[in-house]
Nanobody
Framework: QVQLVESGGGLVQAGGSLRLSCAAS????????MGWFRQTPGKEREFVAA????????DYADSVKGRFTISRDNAKRTEYLQMNSLKPEDTAVYYC???????????????WGQGIQVTVSA
């Protein structure tokens, strides 16, 4: 199991940018696919982006494609989500995740961070 801790969230105006980081401890993350999900009250956790263990493959939800970029630095045991051109509808708690499978499904990720709030004001 790997432990994950998110940082970098906060309040930003629409059109602004934030970069989320996810620091891993415990087992090395180099053999794990990594992902970002988000959740708003009353809704299910939603896929945002995923990256393969080596960083050569990425996948994005249509709602963030072209605005968000997922990346990872295995030597630093850290995953990132660069979020540009933020919109009020991006407001959510963002979770990083690690799993054995490169997937859009939350059930395929066995390790989760505690979540971090991102709020985009209009």
């Amino acid at each position: 199991q790997v432990q994950l801790v998110e940082s970098g969230g906060g309040l930003v105006q629409a059109g602004g940018s934030l970069r989320l980081s996810c620091a891993a401890s415990g087992r090395t993350i180099s053999s794990y696919a990594m992902g970002w999900f988000r959740q708003t009250p009353g809704k299910e956790r939603e896929f945002v982006a995923a990256i393969t263990w080596g960083g050569f493959g990425t996948d994005y939800a249509d709602s963030v494609k072209g605005r968000f970029t997922i990346s990872r630095d295995n030597a630093k045991r850290t995953e990132y989500l660069q979020m540009n051109s933020l919109k009020p509808e991006d407001t959510a708690v963002y979770y990083c995740a690690a799993g054995q499978k490169f997937s859009r499904l939350a059930n395929d990720f066995g390790s989760w961070g505690q979540g971090i709030q991102v709020t985009v004001s209009a």
